[in-house]
């Protein structure tokens, strides 16, 4: 029996199979979500079954925000238990893992591997990688070319907290004559400080943190997180599939 975990979330979806045993990953697949979850699903489905394995060897569990969407999956599970469930088997049983996502951040409290609290930002893209998505529309470049951008910049504060504002501050900053590198680097000084607002909410100051989602191969961000924590923040590049793993190892 092999042990599969799709994670749709409202960005990206991630599928990752395990073998009988649950410690090795034997294979791994990145999509954008798109517009239609089902659709999603039914193409990580094939995508599954083109691995070589009859669809009765393999147990499915789904998660993120277009689990229900998933029409031939074995179960269903929330993204905080998936991800903590995933964070641990990649970084270990004691963390404080920063989820940030497309549309929200998490930060999920594990000891001995199980989770035992955790808070999300409020119903607002600011802190998340929406908003450092629009950022980067808004002066034209890819998230990666943001990111060098900002990596040569002067960190400048945006001192808006909603997305909406912030991207009309840049438009001004822009029209000031703010180097592209500066607005870069302080936007993603924002998305930071908005992470370390929501950990400090936990009271988990000194405790390991771990990043997941699709910016753990971000190096600027994962220094400025550091900075701002006052501690180090590791991850993996696996670390973008950690709700599909953690669905993966719970599967029954």
């Not at 001192?159 to 001004?172: D, G, L, N, P, Q």
Request: hydrophobic share 40%.
């Amino acid at each position: 029996m092999f042990y599969a975990g799709i994670d749709i979330g409202s960005t990206a979806a991630k599928a990752v199979l395990l073998d009988e045993s649950k410690t090795e990953i034997l294979a791994r697949k990145l999509m954008p979500s798109g517009w239609n979850s089902k659709e999603t699903a039914n193409e990580i489905l094939s995508w599954l079954i083109s691995l070589g394995h009859e669809r009765n060897e393999i147990k499915i569990t789904a998660t993120g925000y277009g689990r229900v969407s998933v029409p031939d999956a074995d179960s269903t599970l929330t993204e905080i238990t998936c991800h903590g469930k995933g964070a641990a088997f990649l970084g270990g049983n004691d963390l404080t893992v920063i989820d940030i996502g497309g549309q929200d951040t998490k930060v999920i409290i594990l000891k001995n591997g199980r989770v035992i609290d955790f808070v999300m930002n409020d119903k607002c893209s600011a802190g998340t990688g929406k908003f450092l998505e629009v950022m980067a529309n808004r002066m034209g470049v890819s998230l990666p070319e943001f990111f060098s951008l900002a990596e040569h910049g002067r960190d400048i504060k945006i001192s808006s907290m909603c997305t909406v504002f912030a991207e009309s501050e840049i438009v001004s900053l822009m029209g000031l004559g703010t180097p592209r590198e500066d607005i870069a680097c302080g936007a993603v000084g924002s998305v930071a400080s908005k992470v370390s607002t929501l950990v400090s909410k936990k009271n988990s100051s000194g405790q390991n943190y771990y990043l997941t989602g699709g910016f753990c191969e971000s190096p600027f961000l994962i220094r400025k997180l550091s900075e701002i924590l006052g501690a180090e923040v590791s991850t993996n590049p696996d670390a973008r599939f950690a709700g599909a793993i953690g669905a993966a190892l719970l599967g029954k």
